[in-house]
Nanobody, 121 residues
Framework: QVQLVESGGGLVQPGSSLRLSCATS????????IAWFRQAPGKEREGIAC????????YHLESVKGRFTMSRDNRKKMVYLQMNNLKPEDTGRYHC??????????????WGEGTEVTVSS
């Protein structure tokens, strides 16, 4: 079964860093691409990054390039999103999700409940 459980969010000041984690299963990693997306209240969902079998992440969101890094550890069945130099506009609920392939145009199949990130001074 697909398993996606996010953690690591919190309230931080601008310029701070957070590392989000997504606990998955072998089934999830073996058969799906993994993505991160976020959604802020009143705003549309934003796809952040995704990673397929190549393990090379693709970043969809221009505003996070150079600040966010996606990685995965298949042995631990974990996917991570390292977020540096956080800005107030990064505030939102962050989810990891599965896709049939890593692409900004491919729908998300399943996602976890998310973890809340608030960036505020």
């Amino acid at each position: 079964q697909v398993q996606l459980v996010e953690s690591g969010g919190g309230l931080v000041q601008p310029g701070s860093s957070l590392r989000l984690s997504c606990a998955t299963s072998s089934f999830t990693l073996d058969y799906h691409s993994i993505a991160w997306f976020r959604q802020a209240p009143g705003k549309e969902r934003e796809g952040i990054a995704c990673m397929g079998s190549s393990r090379t992440p693709t970043y969809h969101l221009e505003s996070v390039k150079g600040r966010f890094t996606m990685s995965r550890d298949n042995r631990k069945k974990m996917v991570y999103l390292q977020m540096n130099n956080l800005k107030p506009e990064d505030t939102g609920r962050y989810h990891c999700a599965t896709q049939n392939m890593c692409s900004a145009s491919v729908p998300f199949l399943a996602w976890g409940e998310g973890t809340e990130v608030t960036v505020s001074s």
